[in-house]
């Protein structure tokens, strides 16, 4: 008798972790699943089609003569080597106000059509004008120095480029969070309460070195939520966008901002630089063996001299968009694999499996709730909806199974439906932005 009532006792108090994932899925209506997927397949879709209008600028500035023409001013008023700047300059000009329609498509009438975008046409342009400035001025002086090494080691420029490229990163990954992103908006500090207490007692219990919070404008371009973390070593920012906190809850922030903590904690930025490198040195060995094939086998009109010709510069850049199109798999498993590392981590922490799965639905009105295991294995930078939730659940079941208090075998179910009842009508988003 005694092992019967143990038995049964164990089946009533179970909690179902595949039950529960279906249930939270099942909460996302099946048009507006179906809507967000194709909004996202057409995002992978744009990586090919966008490396393409690359391709054909690039070749466009070739094959017209515009490259060699341009060469060929600078050149015949300044030294060789200071040449390199203004072409670079005017090259970055040229080809964002060619690349202009493609990009106003991708990133403002796409955007509206799904409903995700905030922004007016004119503050869409202001972005557009600022990002030239910044990329223009960043970019010039960047690749000229890259430029300057190619010219002087044309055999072994890919070596101290790829060490170049190492001090880049790092610099921009610790100046953009200061100087460039308040440029797009504004930065200030979280205010007192119960949400800034809960992120600094878990960054205090987790030993991470912040003492503030600070909330961006995110709503100034989208509605999605958002947050991140910068920093390198013994300094850190905690940001989150004010779009999350309209629309998420406590338990949802406190799992998101604990994920932020774990790319921090698990050394994401430092990892971040070491596999940037690597993949700017096999570039740079790819365009080196590159660039001379290309260049013999298509540029008989191009009157390229050798890779230290910056009429070249096209060409350079066209290898390398190759390359980095083809490697676009590997670059999103080495995201995913520390979203995943992030998401175990933030779970540990926030100790908040509803709020990770319900903020999971959240992130869907983006994401492809359920894509299918190959298209998340080779396309997805983070895991899908469906992932998240199931990892959620299973490890809810695990801490009820262990006898953890702070869990029950209740579900968010009413707020995971609430989700996508206030999908915001882009329509009188547009107008609400006007
Ligand atoms: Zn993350």
Same mark, same amino acid.
């Given at each position: ?101 493609? /990009? ?7 955007? #509206? ?16 004008? +600022? ?16 430029? $300057?090494?190619?010219?002087?080691? +044309? ?35 979280? /205010? ?7 992120? $600094? ?29 910068? =920093? ?26 604990? #994920? ?7 050394? #994401? ?18 365009? #080196? ?30 290898? $390398? ?41 959240? $992130?869907?009105?983006?994401? /492809? ?24 659940? /299973?490890? +809810? ?5 262990? =006898? ?31």
């Amino acid at each position: 008798m005694a092992i019967v009532e143990f038995l049964s006792m164990a089946q009533s108090g179970a909690f179902d972790a595949a039950e529960a994932t279906r249930a939270y899925i099942a909460a996302m209506p099946a048009d507006q699943a179906a809507q967000t997927a194709n909004y996202h397949e057409g995002q992978i879709w744009l990586i090919p089609i966008g490396a393409a209008v690359s391709l054909v600028i690039y070749w466009l500035l070739l094959q017209t003569g515009f490259s060699k023409g341009l060469r060929n001013k600078l050149e015949g008023t300044m030294p060789k080597w200071l040449a390199v700047f203004p072409y670079v300059f005017v090259f970055i000009l040229v080809t964002s106000i060619l690349v202009l329609p493609f /990009e106003y498509y991708v990133s403002f009438v796409r955007e #509206h059509a799904y409903g995700l975008a905030t922004q007016t046409t004119g503050e869409w342009a202001l972005d557009w004008v +600022k990002g030239l400035g910044v990329g223009s001025l960043i970019g010039t002086v960047a690749f000229g120095l890259l430029f $300057l090494l190619i010219k002087a080691f +044309k055999r072994t420029w890919w070596i101290l480029g790829t060490v170049a490229s190492a001090a880049f990163i790092y610099a921009m990954m610790s100046l953009s969070p200061i100087y460039i992103d308040p440029m797009f908006n504004d930065y200030t500090p979280l /205010e007192e309460g119960e949400l800034r207490d809960n992120i $600094l007692g878990m960054a205090a219990a987790e030993s991470i070195p912040v003492d503030d919070v600070v909330v961006y404008t995110s709503s100034d371009q989208s509605n999605r939520i958002t947050a991140n973390v910068a =920093g390198i070593g013994g300094s850190i920012r905690i940001a989150l966008g004010d779009t999350m906190i309209e629309q998420a809850e406590l338990d949802e922030i406190r799992y998101v901002m604990a #994920h932020e903590m774990g790319h921090y904690t698990l050394g #994401h930025t430092t990892r971040g630089i070491i596999f940037l490198t690597s993949m700017a040195f096999a570039g740079f060995v790819f365009v #080196h063996f590159g660039f001379g094939w290309a260049n013999r086998r298509f540029g008989s009109k191009w009157d390229i001299r050798d890779i230290g010709d910056i009429a070249g510069i096209p060409l350079f850049l066209a290898v $390398l968009t190759v390359f980095s199109t083809l490697l676009t798999p590997i670059q999103y498993n080495y995201i995913r694999i520390g979203e995943v590392e992030a998401d175990e981590y933030g779970l540990g922490v926030s100790r908040e499996p509803d709020g990770m799965a319900t903020s999971a639905l959240r $992130l869907s009105t983006y994401r /492809e709730l359920e894509p299918e295991p190959w298209e998340e294995f080779l396309f997805r930078h983070h895991p899908s909806g469906s992932s998240r939730i199931r990892m959620a659940m /299973e490890w +809810k079941a695990e801490q009820l199974a262990a =006898g953890a208090t702070d869990q029950t075998t209740e579900l968010q179910l009413e707020r995971a439906r609430s989700v996508f009842a206030e999908e915001p009508d882009p329509v009188d988003e547009a107008e609400a932005a006007n």
